[in-house]
């Protein structure tokens, strides 16, 4: 029960922002709304996490909606390297519940 | 950020030997660590969950005799992989947790022949 969904792939031309939705309908208030990627063959890399403010840090940017049932991600100048995939998850913050995996949205930049 | 390791990267053995995979954190103390187990075009599944000086708690389906984690430390947990076979061939990644976050592994590669 990972709690999101997100589509399964997406295309982004390399240059352009990249926006990646994902759907969390039943989040509790005390949840946070993290994302991770994993690029292929390595482990999952930490991107950011929110609670219902908009985030901002040097690799992406955390639009959440106000009534919290959905966030996007976005990777404002996408690279070939960005392409993995990305995983949206929701945890309550400092909890010592494991983080859950879905299945994620595959991005692919294309040059 | 907060850095931890595994070792090997890669492993190849024999169908029957068993394997050791070690997960370290190297700048943190970590109160839980979890091992994940990720099939090709999978999403990561978590295994077990450690505390240290404790016994793991293994997730439904998960072979506990099998699957060896000792948690010695707070700062290193290892997973032993006992009589492999080449349905254990996968990708085994480590998380350590502090008082915050959740940290990653890069991850090892298992080969079962």
């Given at each position: 029960?990972?709690?999101?969904?997100?589509?399964p792939?997406?295309?982004?031309?390399?240059g352009r922002?990249?926006?990646?939705?994902?759907?969390?309908?039943?989040?509790?208030?005390?949840?946070?709304v993290?994302?991770?990627?994993?690029?292929?063959?390595?482990?999952?890399?930490y991107?950011?996490?929110?609670?219902?403010?908009?985030?901002?840090?040097?690799?992406?940017?955390?639009i959440?909606?106000?009534?919290?049932?959905?966030?996007?991600?976005?990777?404002p100048?996408?690279?070939?390297r960005?392409?993995?995939?990305?995983?949206?998850?929701?945890?309550?913050a400092?909890?010592?519940?494991?983080?859950?995996?879905?299945s994620?949205?595959?991005?692919?930049?294309?040059? | 950020?907060?850095?931890?390791?595994?070792?090997?990267?890669?492993?190849?053995?024999?169908?029957g030997?068993?394997?050791?995979?070690?997960?370290r954190?190297?700048?943190?103390?970590a109160?839980?660590?979890?091992?994940?187990?990720?099939?090709?075009?999978?999403?990561?599944?978590?295994?077990?969950?450690?505390?240290?000086?404790?016994?793991?708690?293994?997730?439904?389906?998960?072979?506990?005799d099998?699957?060896?984690?000792?948690h010695a430390?707070?700062?290193?947990?290892?997973l032993?992989?006992?009589?492999?076979?080449?349905?254990?061939?996968?990708?085994?990644?480590?998380?350590?947790?502090?008082?915050?976050?959740?940290?990653?592994g890069?991850?090892?590669?298992?080969?079962v022949?």
């Amino acid at each position: 029960d990972a709690k999101t969904t997100q589509p399964p792939s997406m295309d982004c031309a390399e240059g352009r922002a990249a926006n990646l939705p994902c759907n969390h309908s039943t989040i509790s208030g005390n949840e946070y709304v993290y994302w991770y990627r994993q690029i292929h063959s390595q482990g999952p890399q930490y991107i950011i996490h929110g609670l219902k403010n908009n985030e901002t840090n040097e690799m992406a940017s955390l639009i959440i909606t106000e009534d919290r049932k959905s966030s996007t991600l976005i990777l404002p100048h996408a690279t070939l390297r960005d392409t993995a995939v990305y995983y949206c998850i929701v945890n309550p913050a400092g909890s010592a519940r494991q983080l859950t995996f879905g299945s994620g949205t595959q991005l692919t930049v294309l040059p | 950020g907060a850095v931890v390791s595994q070792h090997p990267s890669r492993v190849i053995c024999k169908s029957g030997t068993s394997v050791k995979i070690e997960c370290r954190s190297l700048d943190f103390q970590a109160t839980t660590m979890f091992w994940y187990r990720q099939f090709p075009k999978q999403s990561l599944m978590l295994m077990a969950t450690s505390n240290e000086g404790s016994k793991a708690t293994y997730e439904q389906g998960v072979e506990k005799d099998k699957f060896l984690i000792n948690h010695a430390s707070l700062t290193l947990s290892t997973l032993t992989v006992t009589s492999a076979h080449p349905e254990d061939s996968s990708f085994y990644i480590c998380s350590a947790r502090d008082r915050r976050e959740q940290y990653f592994g890069p991850g090892t590669r298992l080969t079962v022949t």
